[in-house]
């Protein structure tokens, strides 16, 4: 049992950085795929996993643009600053459609970022809704921004509680 909940699931991350997001989801128990397009960035992923959990964690480089067609399907897709160019707006609704499983969840994280609106947008065109799920403000010295996570499914998926 997880401590969100959720029985454990298949977790991939799309654009893992240093895998905060991914270590978060393999400390509540999921089956956790980190991906990024830079092998460096699961080099760190991988340590900042081995020092947080004592094990490493499964990381694959992908490139949204050419999504591995034996990636597979994910209970849950996670990502988090993703939108911060227009270009990526429907490069990532298009890797969601193709990894998120018929009654799975993406959550998308994002700080206001200038491709949001278009990546909504794009989720609309491949018949992905997407929900407001949270919007916490973030201050940080002189950065005042407003966290929003966006949760993706699929229309014909009822919408979780």
Known sequence: MTDVGWPPSRVVELGCGIGLVSIAAALAGHEVLATDYYAEA???????????LGHEIATRVVDWRAMPHDL???DVVLASDVLYEWRYAEVVAAAIDQVLAPDGRAYVADPGRVATEAFVEA???????????????YLAGK???????HEVARRHAKPSA
Do not use: H, K
Request: aromatic share 8%; charged share 20%; net charge positive.
């Open 42 to 52: 699961l080099e760190f992923a991988r340590a900042n996993a081995f020092r947080n």
């Open 72 to 74: 597979g399907t994910f």
């Open 123 to 137: 989720c609309d065109t491949l018949s992905l809704g997407v929900t407001t799920r949270a919007e916490r403000p």
């Open 143 to 149: 950065v005042r921004q407003t966290i929003t996570v």
